[in-house]
């Protein structure tokens, strides 16, 4: 296999960790491209369930994923020119994604459009396998995370601020789901590579998070 030389950042971690916000943070200061790929299982979860394709058909799901047109424009995100950046970010997509994230089939058909996005000068990718399978030849890997106490925590000041209704106690319990099926899935289960950094963000604001993301990241990259 040839050598890439556009570098890459992989930044992986479970649920509402800060992962997507640090990692467009770094990708922002260092001017790079940055790839949500938890964003594509999540067109993939919204496309299905417009089509009435039930979440659980890997087969049908794997099937239609060539036929949707995905663009990333200026931060907002569109399927088949529709804008559904805010459509994909509901806790069902969520639930969704990471269902229609479990099926080898779908993993298999979003990997060369994850590659696609490795574009000089660089790129910032964030998800669950960044480091382990779509780019193991990251020049950093940070496996970033927080207790799922704190990201609960995270999670519903969110939607309070967004004056929506929350309950803490079902975001902490939608996490832990998550977590366990994103963790204990045959392909792909989200965990630290051997060779990742560990972030603990438990304790620290976005701007700490950020900041020790970037120690980690090699002068000659920055
Ligand atoms: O925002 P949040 O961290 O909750 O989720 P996300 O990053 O948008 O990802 C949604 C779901 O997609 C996750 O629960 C994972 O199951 C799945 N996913 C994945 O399997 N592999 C990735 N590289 C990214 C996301």
Known sequence: MSINPIPVIAIDGPSASGKGTVAQL?????????????ALYRIIALAAFEQNVDWQAEQAIATLIPQLNIKFEHGEIYLNDSNVSEKIRTEQMGQGASKVAAHPLVRLALVDLQHSFRKAPGLVADGRDMATVIFPDAKTKIFLTASAEVRAERRYKQLINKGLEADYQAILKDLQDRDARDSQRSVAPLQQAHDASLLETSQLNIEEAVNSALQAIPANLQ
């Not at 770094?26 to 938890?38: F, I, P, R």
Request: charged share 25%.
């Open 26 to 38: 770094v990708a922002e200061k260092l001017g790079y491209h940055y790839l949500d790929s938890g």
